[in-house]
């Protein structure tokens, strides 16, 4: 069977990423047909557009897209690609394993947490008011005189919807992961204490969709305890359910216990619909240089492939990376145990071992 898939080779390390994913995927015999687009900020240069229509249209088409980072510039220019894809193709549900393989530099070494992300409304959801805009004075008006609170006039403001219907989807989903992939709990996060309307109502949803799957343990944490919980003590956690900002905050904390970004990949999914890509950022200053890690990117490949109903070819994938991160040998920078090894292999050395693994 040959599957259609788009593949989006993004811009900073994005391209050299892409190219070892690919050869890595292509590499397991899963015969794959790929649909190569460009969105980011070299296009954006191009033709105004980081995410031009056509990169919509083919993912609307093929159903699974695998996506190199995209940077978003910080405080201005256009918004983020990343958001846009997730929002566009309602890709509510963000995967983001944090698994600990041996060979990779880390605090804990038996770490296997999942964090299951809302991706579509919270205050990430990009609405917002810029500072001194006449909608902006409008809307502090409106609030005063709806609730009685002064917001200062020279204030920007971003809005927090979270609705009843996207909470208890993404609480659905974190409860089927657990039931098919065999985990026992899930932890729910929020700062209901303290958010009542928002976070509150996430929770409220959450303990109701919870009394659905009984065979599964569930509890719930404020999200600052919880950042220290998983510090302290990760074991004790399994799938962890969070409102968009908290989960996107909490995968780094989460990447950070099993060695850094590097090695944290993820999928945004949706009904009929999934695009695969590294928890990381497009890391400008390594850009064309061969030296970023590829592991992350490969790494959501295998969740694509299991996505695919390809197990054989993703378990076979996964094996290879995490032998050749453990003899720590033909490996990126990122993986040596002195930053500075001058033995450390570029991007496409790393994947060419990794395929030389799978032979
Ligand atoms: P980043 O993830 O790019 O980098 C964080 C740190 O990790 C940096 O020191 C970086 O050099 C290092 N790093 C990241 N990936 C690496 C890799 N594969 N190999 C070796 N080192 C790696 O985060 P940032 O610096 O906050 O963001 C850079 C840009 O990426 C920003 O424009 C941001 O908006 C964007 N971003 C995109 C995505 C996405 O496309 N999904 C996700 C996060 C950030």
Known sequence: MTYEVTLITGDGIGPEIANATRSCIDATGVDINWHIKEAGIDIYNECGDPLPKDVIDSIRKTKVAIKAPITTPVGKGFRSVNVRLRKELDLYACLRPCKSYQGVNSRYDDIDLVIVRENTEDLYAGIEFEEGKKETSDLIEKIHSLTGNKIAMDSGISIKPISIRRSERIVRFAFDYALENARKKVTAIHKANIMKYSDGLFLSVARRVAEEYPEVEFEDYIVDNMCMQLVQK??????????????????????????????????????????????????????????????????????????????????????????????????????????????????????????KRMR
């Open 234 to 355: 990760p074991h004790l956690y399994d799938v962890l359910v969070l409102p968009n900002l908290y989960g996107d905050i909490l995968s780094d904390l989460c990447a950070g216990l099993v060695g850094g970004l590097g090695v944290a990949p993820g999928g945004n999914i949706g009904k009929d619909m999934a695009v695969f890509e590294a928890t990381h950022g497009s890391a400008p200053k390594y850009a064309k240089k061969n030296v970023a890690n590829p592991t992350a990117l490969i790494l959501s490949g295998v969740m694509m492939l299991h996505h695919l109903g390809e197990k054989e070819a993703a378990d076979k994938l996964e094996k290879a990376v995490a032998s050749v991160i453990a003899k720590k040998k033909d490996v990126t920078f990122d993986l040596k145990e002195d930053r500075n090894d001058p033995t450390a292999v570029g991007t496409q050395e790393m994947a060419q071992a990794i395929i």
